[in-house]
């Protein structure tokens, strides 16, 4: 079965820095896309950043404008978002994701950040 298991959300000051981590197991991981999502309160799921293993391409939104950095580790099928400067409306649940030839996420973590 495939797995992605999130970690590193929490409570964080505007202004301040999280690392959201996630696991991925049951896929050969260098031949999927990963990134994250997020979906903040009452609104639609909204895409951050992905790396295409394939070629390590990465693309970010635009709003994250320098504040977010993905990065992966394929050894250990793990990738990270890392989250800095944040702002009140960085909050939200921060799902991550594999894709191939389908969709894999995991079960979210809660980012909160308070001006």
């Known amino acids: 079965d495939v797995r992605l298991v999130e970690s590193g959300g929490g409570l964080a000051q505007a202004g301040g820095s999280l690392t959201l981590s996630c696991v991925v197991s049951?896929?050969?991981?260098?031949?999927?896309?990963v990134g994250w999502f997020r979906q903040a309160p009452g609104k639609e799921r909204e895409g951050i950043s992905c790396?295409?293993?394939?070629?390590?391409?990465?693309y970010y939104a635009d709003f994250v404008k320098g504040r977010f950095t993905i990065s992966s580790n394929n050894a250990e099928s793990t990738v990270y978002l890392h989250l800095n400067n944040l702002k009140p409306e960085d909050t939200g649940v921060y799902y991550c994701?594999?894709?191939?030839?389908?969709?894999?996420w995991g079960q979210g973590t809660q980012v909160t950040v308070s001006s």
């Open positions: 790396i295409v293993n394939e070629d390590a391409t990465i």
């Open positions: 049951g896929i050969t991981f260098n031949d999927y896309a």
């Open positions: 994701y594999v894709q191939r030839f389908a969709d894999y």
